[in-house]
């Protein structure tokens, strides 16, 4: 009798645990995994400027910049120090919802990647404000 007590016991938390999870990942926002990068034809300050512009105007996230060439965007509930000056360890947007976006000049203008994990929301504002920036011109064949 002890035995199936405990059984029934354990199984309660058992589901009560796997109903919580489902709860959790129906009702919390979707997360999505992004890598992408692409040359602009402009200074890499104002391809930061418009991440920021995108970071500031989407509700629940906050930034910080880390350098001239690196901006983290984070969920606000998981905000680190924004006086930072170092950037969050490697592997820190598996643990928090964290939005990398680096820029670095190149011959043709500045190369973009962003990296990391938010919301499609957010993806999508991103990808708006990125493509609204000037592409380089292409050599002549």
């Excluded at 999508?124 to 064949?141: Q, S, V």
């Amino acid at each position: 009798m002890r035995a199936v007590l405990s059984l029934a016991f354990v199984g309660g938390l058992v589901l009560a645990v796997a109903l919580y999870v489902l709860y959790t990942r129906l009702r919390g926002p979707r997360i999505i995994d992004c890598y992408a990068a692409l040359v602009v034809a402009e200074p890499a300050s104002m391809a930061l400027g418009r991440a920021l512009a995108v970071a500031e105007r989407t509700p629940h996230y906050t930034y910080r910049q880390v350098g001239r060439d690196r901006l983290e965007i984070i969920y606000a509930s998981a905000a680190p120090d924004d006086r930072a000056e170092r950037p969050l360890p490697r592997g820190a947007d598996a643990v928090v919802d964290l939005l990398v976006v680096t820029a670095t000049p190149v011959a043709t203008g500045t190369q973009v990647q962003v990296s990391g994990r938010a919301t499609p929301t957010l993806m999508r504002a991103l990808r708006d404000a990125l493509a609204k920036a000037p592409a380089p011109e292409r050599a002549p064949a």
